[in-house]
Structures are given as C-alpha cells and as structure tokens.
C-alpha cells in the first residue's frame, strides 16, 4: 500500500488553497491541501505498524510547527505545479529530516521545499495564465500546525488518515 506523511495546515489556510484547487488542481477532490513531510512510499501491514511507531516518537521530540505561507510560487520548468510556498525554517527541515533518516524508507525524489499545492497538470498556457493572476494576489497566512498525519491511498486515487501524532516536544 501506498502512504504518507503530511500536516494538515489550519481550515483557513485549506479553504483558502481550495478556493483556487477546485478550478486548477485535478488531484482536488484526491486529498486536503496539505505540507508534504514525507513523500509516497509503498509498505506492508508488518512495516507500517514500526514505522507509525517511529513517527509517533519523532512527533514527541518536535514542538508544534510554526509556518508561514508567504508567497505564491512555482516548481517550472520542472513541472507546471503552482503552490503557496511556505517559508523553510530549521523547525520544519529537522521533522523532515528525522522522517528520512529514521524511517529509511527510501531516498527522496526532490528536495525538500514546503509548499500547499493549489494548481498543478496544467498546460504551459494555462500555467504561465494563472501564475501571472495568482502572483499577483498572493498570500500571507501565519499559524501553528500541532500535529502530523500518516496517510495512505485508497483504490480510488484518494488519500485518508491512517494515524495522527501530536507534535508535543519542546521548542
């Protein structure tokens, strides 16, 4: 099975990325805008019961995340993925990087940028249109997120919360 691991910014921030995902996001209706923190991985029942185990200690010794997303941006040329970028900080790149190296699970595909996807499988066209308009309104949301969530994909192509940590460790 195929799964993940995200934060869930606040409804706010959702409905806001949401407003925009409906219209440009064909993966909209598949899973809640989110930060990913670990991209998809394949696991079995077996695994995934140490790897829950391994999150819910990581979850323990991070304090709850402070993020900002502070711009409108994009991953082109690479891809024609438009996203409300959140601003790096040390706190969300440690939880990263304590997801990599001790779940072992694979090395990444990209590197680590924080960011709520809000367009994506757009044309060149349609890209360089609504990046141009997005731009332009852009965004600045400040907020807490307090906890991190294990998801995996159903045969549907939708993803659904398989287990939740709170993020309880100091700051």
Same mark, same amino acid.
């Given at each position: 099975m195929k799964y993940g %691991? *995200?934060? /869930?910014?606040s409804k706010k921030l959702q409905d806001l990325a949401n407003t925009y995902r409906k219209r440009y996001d064909s993966r909209y209706s598949k899973i809640t805008p989110h930060i990913t923190l670990k991209e998809a991985f394949e696991a079995d029942e077996k695994? %995934? %019961? @140490?790897?829950? !185990?391994t999150i819910a200690t990581i979850a323990q010794n991070h304090a709850p995340l402070n993020i900002h997303a502070s711009k409108i941006s994009s991953f082109f040329p690479t891809t @024609? *993925? *438009?996203? /409300? !970028?959140v601003e790096p900080t040390d706190q969300l790149n440690n939880i990263h990087q304590d997801l990599q190296q001790q779940l072992n699970i694979g090395k990444p595909k990209h590197v680590f940028i924080p960011h709520v996807t809000i367009a994506q499988d757009l044309t060149e066209t349609e890209h360089d249109d609504i990046y141009g308009q997005l731009r332009m309104i852009g965004v600045n949301e400040k907020e807490v997120i307090d906890r991190i969530h294990l998801v995996y994909q159903l045969e549907d192509g939708s993803w659904t919360t398989y287990e939740t940590y709170r993020l309880t460790g100091a700051e």
């Open positions: %691991i *995200v934060a /869930f910014p695994e %995934i %019961i @140490n790897i829950s !185990k @024609n *993925v *438009v996203y /409300f !970028k």
